[in-house]
């Protein structure tokens, strides 16, 4: 049982420079938990802090209650599996994989068993022998997870580790990932700014803007009920609109759309896959390009002022640039000053 | 087949057979310059040294200046010191400069650039200021002297015209190259793999001993082959700090050949001299090729 407690962490750089900012998190036994946030949104500095690599300014950090908040990395129970892999390369896997057993002052014999043991986990038996600049980024990867499950930490911390590998390689390794996450039940935190590796991996995500949290929830509810324009925008696509609301009736140009809350500003916020088209002169709005994936089509629209807008569509030969259409939201939600005020499904 | 397709499947880097006469051009000059002012005067030193005149005139192989070098005690205390120097030198900017190295590299902030400053400022000094600087503060009656003396305490025993003298000058007139080198080597460690290292667990002697200088020993070897090759070759230092006797080879070749007026002598102590310095340039050269192999 490891449970990470996060309490009311903050980092404050030199020059008054808010890096995490009173960040706090609970992190059940087995739970992997993604760290989700555009580029200087803390949550690298968050996942160092966590590791001991960056001391916190303030706030208390525990595992399974106890305090590790100022204790160095190499006495805390968590392993690190960096971006950049960061591989010895003077050292091969075997090797890469023992140093941390060799420094506990295990058995030669006990070494060999557990690194064995490992690299058939990460599906590199018999690679022992081979030296880092043989492998390829993915087994290379892979090598670096298995360097950090070796020593069995109580709270796994990923920081990008898929970064710098390609598209297809990406999605292979995540799904390897999250398996061997789930088979070994390890406490694991996660840090990417690739919506796509949380949304297919995390148990929950945490959405973070400038050293913040904006959202903490299970990855569907993050798509489909953002609490935030900021969460809005940042996951997946989003139609944001800005316009008014009049007596129950949202109002953007020629685009008008039932919306029951208070008269005043507000954000309508629509899903590509949200937004259905019918062919009308002159329309709501007016087809400015047509991209057919196979799959599905995006049709990129202009509103009479300008404002772009996107709709999914199924069969996109229907559609030609410079054609008008209606739009018909079948599910919005709306925000004011920062916060959702309303959402449902029309 | 269109030009576009002809153009795109042209290489980026052209390796025909066309190209090959310039790219042999562009190095003809330094290779030329080279095999004129240094391959040829080292083999015109080693021939003039083994082929030399007998009291006939008769022109045939002899290892007699060699034997002469090896046999004359003076000579063999000038090379004794010279190499005394020299790995003292090497063990001292070794000592001194790879913890400045360690620190400049793995530190932040305006004090590591001012340290760097300082520690390459000594490269932007010549070596004859270096040498008047040193006497005036460590000679005898120099400022060393006049500060104890004003504490009442005892005058030091000064390193000027014994053998530490030009040890303290070299090092000092060598610290830049070592330090820039060694940094060189250093930038090469990323602070992740050193992250990784204390995250299994190592202390921080461990990730030195276990991470950081298996991956600058290449670095280590160049700086000290370089240091070693100049300070077992120098002149203006140990001629201006070091004794008279034993000296070292640089002043010895100097006075062999001007005041003893003995020219095969001093080339035989040339040839000596660039003997002991082809070994350290084999370490360079062996520590540059095991880094292009990789």
């Known amino acids: ?7 009311d962490v903050s980092k404050v750089f030199a020059g008054n420079t808010v890096a995490v900012d009173k960040f706090s998190l609970d992190v059940a036994d087995g739970e992997l938990v993604c760290l989700l946030g555009p580029s200087g949104s803390g949550k690298s500095t968050l996942l160092r802090m966590v590791g001991g690599f960056e001391r916190p300014s303030g706030g208390v950090i525990t595992i399974d209650g106890e305090e590790i908040t100022h204790l160095s990395p190499e006495k805390r129970p968590t392993g690190m599996v960096f971006q950049s892999h960061a591989l010895w390369t003077h050292m091969n896997v075997f090797k890469n994989l023992a140093f941390g057993l060799k420094l506990r002052r295990l058995p ?45 930490p109580k709270i796994l911390l990923l920081d990008e580790p898929f970064a710098s590998l390609d598209q297809h390689l990406r999605e292979r390794l995540r799904e390897e990932v999250r398996d061997i996450q789930q088979r070994l039940k390890i406490t694991t935190l996660f840090v990417t700014h690739g919506q796509d590796e949380a949304l297919s991996m995390a148990d929950r995500i945490v959405v973070m803007r400038d050293g913040r949290t904006e959202q903490i929830d299970r990855p569907d509810v993050v798509y489909r009920d953002p609490k935030t324009p900021f969460v809005a925008g940042f996951i997946g696509t989003m139609n944001l609109i800005e316009g008014t609301v009049s007596n129950g009736v949202f109002i953007r140009d020629s685009l008008r759309v039932p919306l029951p809350i208070a008269d005043g500003p507000a954000i309508l916020a629509i899903r590509p896959e949200s937004l259905d088209l019918v062919a009308a002169e002159p ?64 | 087949m269109t030009d576009t397709v002809v153009t795109a499947q042209r290489p980026l880097l052209e390796t025909s057979e066309r190209r090959r006469p310039v790219g042999l051009l562009l190095v003809a000059i330094p290779v030329f310059l080279i095999a004129w002012l240094i391959i040829w005067p080292i083999i015109n030193a080693i021939g003039r040294t083994l082929w030399r005149a007998d009291a006939n005139g008769d022109v045939g192989f002899t290892i007699a200046s060699y034997v002469k070098f090896f046999s004359d005690q003076y000579s063999v205390d000038n090379l004794a010191v010279t190499l005394w120097t020299t790995g003292m030198c090497a063990l001292f900017l070794l000592v001194i400069c790879l913890p400045i190295a360690l620190y400049l ?8 650039a001012y340290v760097q400053a300082l520690a390459i400022f000594p490269m932007f000094v010549p070596s004859i200021i270096l040498a008047y600087a040193f006497i005036r503060v460590l000679g005898p009656n120099g400022m060393a002297d006049i500060l104890l003396n004003s504490v009442g305490l005892p005058k030091i025993r000064t390193p000027y015209l014994t053998p530490w003298g030009p040890v303290i000058g070299l090092v000092w007139d060598n610290i830049p190259l070592t330090i820039l080198i060694l940094l060189s080597g250093l930038g090469g460690v990323s602070n992740q793999s050193i992250e990784a290292a204390r995250d299994v667990g190592a202390k921080r002697y461990q990730v030195f001993w276990h991470i950081i200088l298996p991956r600058i020993t290449n670095s280590i070897l160049v700086a000290l082959s370089f240091s070693i090759l100049g300070i077992f070759s120098s002149f203006t230092l140990p001629y201006l700090l070091g004794p008279a006797s034993p000296e070292m080879m640089g002043p010895f070749m100097q006075r062999t050949f001007r005041e003893v007026n003995d020219p095969i002598g ?13 070994v350290f340039g084999l370490f360079y050269v062996r520590s540059v090729a095991r880094n292009q192999g990789k």
């Open chain 2, 266 to 278: 001093a080339i035989t102590q040339a040839v000596i001299t660039f003997g002991f310095c082809i």
């Open chain 2, 105 to 112: 590299r793995f530190s932040a902030g305006r004090l590591p």
């Open chain 1, 283 to 346: 329309g709501m709005a007016r087809v400015h390009r047509v991209t057919d994936y196979g799959t599905h089509g995006l049709v990129d629209l202009d509103l009479p002022d300008g404002e772009r807008i996107k709709s999914m569509v199924s069969h996109p030969d229907l559609f030609k640039a410079g054609q008008g259409v209606d739009l018909n939201p079948t599910a919005i939600a709306a925000f004011r000053d920062k916060m959702q005020v309303y959402r449902s499904q029309t």
């Open chain 1, 108 to 152: 030669a014999d006990e070494i060999k068993r557990k690194v064995e043991a490992v690299l058939e986990l990460v599906g590199l038996a018999g690679y022992g022998n081979r030296l880092t600049h043989q492998l390829s980024g993915g087994q290379q990867q892979r090598v670096a997870l298995a360097r950090s499950l070796v020593l069995e």
């Open chain 1, 1 to 7: 049982m490891s449970v990470l407690k996060i309490t």
